[in-house]
């Protein structure tokens, strides 16, 4: 028997790990270029739903607990409103209020804006949501990304995992090959 038999092994160890890294470059040079379209709009509305669903969003920025956290700011400005910018528009009225009055208009105003703020942050988010169409910005994002840059990201993250694939598939060819020599071996007769 010819000694070119015993590389049977090695080629098959060889036939897989190289189907393996054959299998990573048709993914990156040829599926995903040609799918590339259909995959970013999957991931865009994926995400778009997933990550920022509208009925989510519109409850965490209508949240009453939000007026609480800008309420001091408010009443800042509104005190402000109230001593100088309201004065200065109507000059009567500023010279006919106090101070008493004017922590009581403040103290009103303020009520009125702890109301109103869910509802106007509610019909904000919806018309944020017509304007900006995540989808569509998420997927020319997506699509604006180099192909070399999601198949570097994609090594890197993958990398240690496709080592170990390919070499559990050159451990694979490795045992046919072993097992294919066996039966060349129990075949041939001296």
């Known amino acids: 028997m010819s000694s070119w038999w015993l590389m049977l092994p090695i080629l098959t160890a060889l036939t897989g790990w190289l189907s393996v890294q054959l299998a990573a470059y048709?993914?990156?040079?040829?599926a995903l270029p040609r799918r590339r379209q259909a995959w970013t709009a999957a991931l865009a509305q994926k995400v778009s739903t997933e990550f920022f669903d509208p009925a989510v969003l519109e409850?965490?920025?209508?949240?009453?607990?939000?007026?609480?956290?800008?309420?001091?700011?408010?009443?800042?400005h509104v005190?402000?409103?109230?001593?100088?910018?309201?004065?200065?528009?109507?000059?009567?009225?500023?010279?006919?209020?106090?101070?008493?009055?004017?922590?009581?208009l403040k103290e009103i105003f303020l009520k009125e804006l702890e109301t109103i703020f869910p509802v106007v942050?509610?019909?904000?988010?919806?018309?944020?949501?017509?304007?900006?169409?995540?989808?569509?910005?998420?997927?020319?994002?997506i699509d604006g990304i180099s192909r070399e840059t999601?198949?570097?990201?994609?090594?890197?993250a993958i990398g240690n995992g496709l080592?170990?694939?390919a070499a559990l598939a050159a451990a694979l060819g490795l045992l046919i090959g072993l097992?294919?020599?066996?039966?060349?071996?129990?075949?041939?007769?001296?």
């Open 26 to 30: 048709l993914f990156f040079n040829y």
């Open 59 to 76: 409850q965490k920025i209508a949240d009453p607990a939000n007026y609480q956290k800008i309420q001091p700011m408010v009443e800042v």
């Open 79 to 104: 005190d402000d409103f109230l001593r100088k910018g309201l004065p200065k528009a109507f000059p009567i009225i500023g010279s006919l209020i106090g101070d008493r009055t004017i922590n009581q």
């Open 121 to 141: 942050m509610q019909g904000y988010v919806k018309n944020l949501q017509e304007e900006l169409n995540l989808e569509r910005m998420i997927a020319e994002k």
């Open 150 to 156: 999601v198949q570097t990201a994609a090594y890197q």
């Open 163 to 165: 080592t170990k694939v």
């Open 179 to 190: 097992g294919q020599l066996a039966i060349v071996m129990s075949t041939v007769t001296y």
